[in-house]
């Protein structure tokens, strides 16, 4: 049995690796502290069809699967890129059988935000339609965004009060917690391409900069903390495609592949994006440097969709449940 991605997603992730790192990085990340508008933007992400990857296609998207489009979601965590693509998967699974708002989300003419309590919700700013869960019925309304300053203007969180909503499928349980598994998933892909991209980033400097005469990465402290956060990316990495995969041709694993990737993502990432502030001493530790923008990804994520606990409270029970069985 073969494991590893196909020709087809791996010409997929070329080609949206290229497409990301000219359209966005640290600069534009920095840039959102400020008020700028994420980058690359909703419109050129829906041009280009990463926003329709699991839109049907008479709906005007690709009808793509969950792994399409966590392969594209890796290459956007490695550039800090906004909106995110998790938004865009969850709003795909809810909008299955709503042609009309699933071509909105797929050409970007409509701005989606998904809703969870009173919780901050992703991509809220700038959002001009929100989906939500009330009494057990998938809604859809307009909204009322309040904003603070932001950790990770990328994010685009803000707490919603809706307004003006109204029912789009009555009894919709069920759906929505399919939606958040996928959305969990995507958003562990984008944390993969973040947390990738952070040891990356804390190699490089480890290979460059001297002391003592010697690399600092021929130093034991710093290559093994590397190679630890190198080893936790790849980890990620085979439990990312497996709930991607779960998502797609094997529903019944996928509230638990959901989870364990989830919960090890937010440690990957943080152990990651300290990492590489910690190889960069005293530069890793100023506004200056790009590292912090990776641990300010790493510190909003391990709270979006759950945190690390409520992961491992949900793989836990599962498994006490017989889900491996």
Known sequence: MNFDLD????????????FFTGQAGPAQARAGLEGGPPAPGRQALADIGFLGITVAEDAGGAGGSVLDLAVVAEQAGAVLAGPSLVTAARAAVLLADQPELAAALADGSRSFCVVDGGHPALDAVGADTFLALVDGDLVVGDGDVATGQPMDATRGLGVVTLTGTRVLVPGAGDRWARARDVAVVALAAEDLGTAGKAVEVGVAYAKERQAFGRAIGSYQAVKHALVDAWVGVEQLRSLV???????????????LAAAAAGAFAAETLERAAETCIQVHGGTGFTWEHDAHLYWRRAKVDRLLLGDTAEHQDVVA?????????
């Open 317 to 325: 029970g599962l498994v006490l449940a017989g889900a491996l069985s």
């Open 7 to 18: 020709t087809d997603q791996l010409d997929a992730a070329a080609g949206a690796r290229r």
């Open 241 to 255: 495609w497996w709930a991607a995969w779960a998502a797609d041709a094997a529903p019944e694993e996928l509230p």
